[in-house]
Nanobody
Framework: VQLQASGGGLVQAGGSLRLSCAAS????????MGWFRRAQGKEREFVAG????????DRADSVKGRFTISRDYAKNMLFLQMNSLKPEDTAVYYC???????????????????WGQGTEVTVSS
């Protein structure tokens, strides 16, 4: 599967952005999906994940209550709604996919097989 992330940009603290990830192919429903981010000088870290059926999600503690992950099966799209953005959310955001069993939410870099190219989010104070 090929992934194309978009929706990044510059936003003031407290603002919102919605990231999108378009997935190619006709097996979108077989993939658990996730969002990761890499801030400058730091390792890539888990942000949010969703099971292949969409019934289960998980988020990093740092984004709980602010970010929501969702997916649209008709459009083969993954989304990350980011509200109440903070300067520490500044990073390049990546979407990822892995075909896996139903109900699984994958939360580590090593668990994912496919990656998008990244979209940059900058939050100004």
């Amino acid at each position: 599967v090929q992934l194309q992330a978009s929706g990044g940009g510059l936003v003031q603290a407290g603002g919102s952005l919605r990231l999108s990830c378009a997935a190619s192919g006709d097996t979108f429903g077989l993939y658990a999906m996730g969002w990761f981010r890499r801030a400058q000088g730091k390792e890539r870290e888990f942000v949010a994940g969703i099971s292949r059926g969409g019934s289960r999600t998980d988020r990093a503690d740092s984004v709980k209550g602010r970010f929501t992950i969702s997916r649209d099966y008709a459009k083969n799209m993954l989304f990350l709604q980011m509200n109440s953005l903070k300067p520490e959310d500044t990073a390049v955001y990546y979407c990822a996919a892995r075909d896996t069993v139903a109900g699984a939410v994958l939360t580590t870099v090593d668990q994912y097989a496919y990656w998008g190219q990244g979209t940059e989010v900058t939050v100004s104070s």
